[in-house]
C-alpha cells in the first residue's frame, strides 16, 4: 500500500499528468482509507482551482500588495519611451 | 441596470450598426508609465524576486511594445497587452540564465517535504481540517496578500516553476525546456511547491481567519 508521503505526490501530480491505472488505483484505495490524505487532496485542488481562476483575472495578473516602481526608474523608463517613440 | 439617459448617446452606436468593429482605445505610451507601471513592476518582481532586474525586464518590456504598437488592435485591455508582452521577456530571463549555467536548485524544498513524514512516510502532523470558499477567497484582497507572503518564503526554484505553470499556465513542455529540467523534476519540484503554499496557508490563514474562511 501506498505511503500517505508516496499518496501526496500522487495527488499533486494528477494536477498536471494524467496517472497510470495502476496508480490511480493504489491512490483511490490509500484515499479511501485516510481522511489525513482526504483533507490534502480536497484542499490541493480547491487551492489550484482558485489560483487558476485569480491568476487569469486582471486582479491577478496585476498583483495586489501595492508594490510601487521606484521613482528613479520611473522616470528613467519615460525617458527611454520617449526616445523610442520619436 | 439603468439605461442611459437618452441625452448621453452611446458615441460608437453608429459603427456599431454599420457593422465596424469598435475603436481601439487610445494608446498612449507617454502615459503607459503611471498607468501601468506599478502592476508590470509587482507581475516581473513576484516571477523574477530581484528587483533591479524587474525594473530592467519592465523597461524592455515597455520599449518592445513601443516598437510593436502597431499590432496592438484593442481586442484586448491594453494593459493585458502589455502583461503579455512581459511575460514573454520573463521567459526570456529564465531561458538566458539556464544557458548561462548548469541547472541547480532541484533539491530544492525536499527536506521540508521530509519533515512532514515520520520514516514510513505517515503524516507527522495531518492536514487541518479546513474547506476553502473559492468564491469567498476570490474577493478577499488580504488573503491574497497571505498567498504572495507564502510565495516569497518559497525557495527560488520553486517559486519558479510554481509560478511559470500554474499562475502563467504555460504549457509543461515549455516550462521544462525554458528552466532545463525533465518531466520528473516537474511534478517533483511542483508537488514540493503546493506542499509548502498548502501548509504555509494553512498557518497563516486558515488556522488564523477560523470560520470566516469556511464554507
Given at each position: 500500500m501506498l505511503s500517505c508521503k508516496q499518496a501526496?505526490?500522487?495527488?499533486?501530480?494528477?494536477?498536471?499528468?494524467?496517472?497510470?491505472?495502476g496508480q490511480r488505483v493504489g491512490l483511490r484505495f490509500h484515499v479511501m482509507m485516510c481522511s489525513a490524505c482526504r483533507a490534502y487532496r480536497r484542499q490541493l485542488v480547491v487551492l489550484n482551482d482558485l489560483f487558476s481562476q485569480y491568476f487569469s483575472s486582471e486582479?491577478?495578473?496585476s498583483g495586489g500588495r501595492g508594490v510601487s516602481l521606484p521613482e528613479e526608474s520611473r522616470q528613467?523608463?519615460?525617458?527611454?519611451?520617449?526616445?523610442?517613440?520619436? | 441596470m439603468g439605461k442611459a439617459p437618452r441625452d448621453d448617446p452611446d458615441p460608437e452606436a453608429p459603427r456599431k450598426l454599420a457593422g465596424e468593429p469598435p475603436v481601439a482605445p487610445a494608446c498612449r505610451p507617454d502615459q503607459?508609465?503611471?498607468?501601468?507601471?506599478?502592476?508590470?513592476?509587482s507581475y516581473a518582481l513576484m516571477r523574477l524576486r530581484d528587483r533591479d532586474l524587474a525594473e530592467e525586464v519592465v523597461q524592455e518590456a515597455f520599449l518592445a511594445a513601443v516598437r510593436g504598437i502597431d499590432r496592438f488592435q484593442g481586442k484586448s485591455s491594453e494593459r493585458t497587452w502589455l502583461i503579455g508582452i512581459l511575460k514573454h521577456k520573463i521567459l526570456d530571463v529564465f531561458a538566458k540564465r539556464r544557458r548561462e549555467g548548469p541547472v541547480a536548485g532541484l533539491d530544492a524544498g525536499g527536506d521540508f517535504v521530509d519533515g512532514l513524514f515520520d520514516p514510513r512516510g505517515m503524516w507527522k502532523q495531518p492536514p487541518a481540517d479546513w474547506r476553502p470558499d473559492p468564491a469567498k477567497l476570490m474577493e478577499q484582497g488580504e488573503f491574497w496578500a497571505a498567498f504572495e507572503q507564502c510565495m516569497e518564503h518559497l525557495p527560488q526554484r520553486l517559486a519558479e516553476v510554481f509560478s511559470l505553470r500554474v499562475v502563467d499556465e504555460n504549457r509543461a513542455d515549455e516550462v521544462c525546456k525554458v528552466l532545463g529540467i525533465t518531466d520528473t523534476n516537474l511534478w517533483v519540484l511542483l508537488h514540493r511547491a503546493r506542499t509548502r503554499l498548502r501548509h504555509c496557508l494553512e498557518a497563516n490563514w486558515f488556522r488564523k481567519k477560523g470560520k470566516t474562511a469556511q464554507t
Open positions: 501526496t505526490q500522487l495527488i499533486s501530480e494528477a494536477l498536471d499528468r494524467k496517472l497510470s491505472l486582479r491577478g495578473q528613467r523608463i519615460k525617458r527611454a519611451i520617449r526616445i523610442q517613440a520619436e | 503607459w508609465v503611471d498607468l501601468h507601471g506599478d502592476a508590470m513592476f
